[in-house]
C-alpha cells in the first residue's frame, strides 16, 4: 500500500488544495530555434549534470523536506534523473545568448541577473511535485523577488506535460512561455517517447 500520508500532511500544512483554481496562462511565444538548443544539447553531452531527485546539502530545508516525501513514495534515480546546463557560468552565457536580448525584453528581465538551464528529460522520467527554492538563483544573486518562466524548447510530443496546482500545461509550440508563480506547487513529466527539452530563466522582472 502506497503511504503518502507524510506527503499529504506536508501539503495540507500549507494549505495546497487542488479544489481552488489557479489561472495560469500562456505569457507570450519567445522567438527561438529549438534544433539550436537540441544541438547544444548533444554536443555539450559529457559536461552536462546529471542529476536525480533527492536531498541535498546544498538546498534548503523545505526543498529537502519535499525530496524526501517524493523518495519515501517511489521517486528514485530510476525515474527522476535530469540531465541539465546551465549551472555552469560558461554554459549559462551561451544560453543566454541563444535566447538572445530580444527575448529577455520580451520577458522584462536583465540578462546580466538571471540563471537559465536547458533540461532534458527522456522518456520514463519526471520531477515530482515541488514548490522552487530558487537556490541556484540566490547562490549566485542574492534573494530578490524572482520570477521563474518555463519556456518550451522542443515541439510537444506524446507524454510532454506540466502541471501547476489544478492546470495541465500541453499541446506548446517551441517557445511558449509561462509563468510559474513563486510558491505554487507544480510537477513536469516525460511519459511519451522523445526526449522533452524545456528552459527555465529566472530572473527579476523590472
Not at 538563483?137 to 496546482?165: C, M, P
Not at 506548446?172 to 509561462?178: A, F, I, L, Q, S
Request: include cysteine; charge should be negative.
Amino acid at each position: 500500500m502506497l503511504d503518502n500520508q507524510y506527503f499529504k500532511k506536508y501539503l495540507d500544512d500549507r494549505n495546497v488544495d487542488l479544489k481552488q483554481h489557479l489561472a495560469i496562462e500562456k505569457l507570450c511565444t519567445l522567438d527561438i530555434n529549438p534544433k539550436e538548443f537540441e544541438n547544444f544539447a548533444e554536443i555539450h553531452r559529457k559536461e552536462a549534470t546529471v542529476k536525480w531527485y533527492h536531498p541535498r546539502p546544498f538546498l534548503n530545508s523545505e526543498t529537502n523536506q519535499q525530496a524526501i516525501n517524493a523518495n519515501w513514495i517511489g521517486y528514485n534515480e530510476h525515474n527522476t534523473t535530469e540531465s541539465n546546463w546551465g549551472l555552469d557560468e560558461i554554459h549559462n552565457n551561451v544560453l543566454k545568448g541563444m535566447v538572445g536580448g530580444k527575448n529577455f525584453k520580451t520577458l522584462g528581465i536583465d540578462p546580466d541577473k538571471s540563471l537559465l538551464r536547458l533540461l532534458e528529460y527522456m522518456p520514463g522520467h519526471s520531477l515530482p511535485l515541488h514548490c522552487d527554492g530558487f537556490e541556484g538563483f540566490k547562490r549566485l544573486y542574492g534573494d530578490g523577488e524572482a520570477t521563474r518562466f518555463f519556456v518550451a524548447i522542443s515541439d510537444w510530443d506524446w507524454g510532454h506535460v506540466l502541471q501547476v496546482h489544478d492546470n495541465i500545461i500541453s499541446n506548446w509550440k517551441p517557445g511558449d512561455t509561462y509563468i510559474v508563480p513563486a510558491g505554487v506547487f507544480h510537477a513536469s513529466a516525460n511519459f511519451g517517447i522523445a526526449p522533452k527539452y524545456t528552459l527555465t530563466v529566472t530572473g527579476v522582472r523590472k
